[in-house]
């Protein structure tokens, strides 16, 4: 074979290698984390059984930059009889690490926190049966700012 149709070939070759890797590029899913994939990760609630009741729901907005940047849910699962807080990032800022943070405090009973420089989600989860709790759901904003987040500061959901 000539050097002429060798250099056409892995022309050809490499052309072909860098469309497969495109399309493979596109058609792949986002990496979407959803809260119910962070109640049953280890890394998230840790509750393989997947049942959860939400107990509160509260959106952080960037005011400054006018978005959304996550959710912040308190949850409940009576089969392990456990709280878990997840701060869930959403919209543009789901994918883009910036600190999270997920924050159960339990009375009587070890604070839980789960924070660090993340792209889906923070979750901290324990046993809280027979206790009340308060907790805090932050996020960093992504395109410059503070941090965005809630904390109770009254004891909730004893019993």
Same mark, same amino acid.
């Given at each position: 074979m000539s050097r002429t149709y060798r250099r056409i070939f892995v022309r050809i070759?490499?052309?072909?290698g860098l469309v497969l890797a495109s399309i493979t590029f596109v058609a792949s899913p986002a990496s979407a984390h959803t809260l119910g994939e962070a109640v049953v990760s280890e890394r998230g609630c840790?509750?393989?059984?997947?049942?959860?009741?939400?107990l509160t729901r509260v959106d952080l907005w960037d005011d400054r930059n006018d978005m959304p940047l996550g959710e912040v849910y308190v949850l409940w699962n009576g089969t392990y009889r456990e709280n878990c807080v997840v701060t869930l990032r959403v919209g543009r800022a789901d994918g883009v690490a910036s600190y999270t943070e997920a924050v159960l405090e339990r009375q009587g009973m070890k *604070?839980?926190?789960?924070?660090?420089n993340y792209a889906h989600y923070a979750a901290a989860s324990g046993y809280a049966a027979g206790t009340c709790i308060r907790w805090t759901g932050s996020i960093a904003a992504i395109y410059g700012g503070g941090i965005y987040g809630?904390? *109770?500061t009254e004891w909730r959901y004893c019993g």
């Amino acid at each position: 074979m000539s050097r002429t149709y060798r250099r056409i070939f892995v022309r050809i070759g490499l052309a072909f290698g860098l469309v497969l890797a495109s399309i493979t590029f596109v058609a792949s899913p986002a990496s979407a984390h959803t809260l119910g994939e962070a109640v049953v990760s280890e890394r998230g609630c840790g509750w393989p059984n997947g049942d959860y009741r939400v107990l509160t729901r509260v959106d952080l907005w960037d005011d400054r930059n006018d978005m959304p940047l996550g959710e912040v849910y308190v949850l409940w699962n009576g089969t392990y009889r456990e709280n878990c807080v997840v701060t869930l990032r959403v919209g543009r800022a789901d994918g883009v690490a910036s600190y999270t943070e997920a924050v159960l405090e339990r009375q009587g009973m070890k *604070t839980i926190k789960d924070e660090g420089n993340y792209a889906h989600y923070a979750a901290a989860s324990g046993y809280a049966a027979g206790t009340c709790i308060r907790w805090t759901g932050s996020i960093a904003a992504i395109y410059g700012g503070g941090i965005y987040g809630t904390t *109770t500061t009254e004891w909730r959901y004893c019993g």
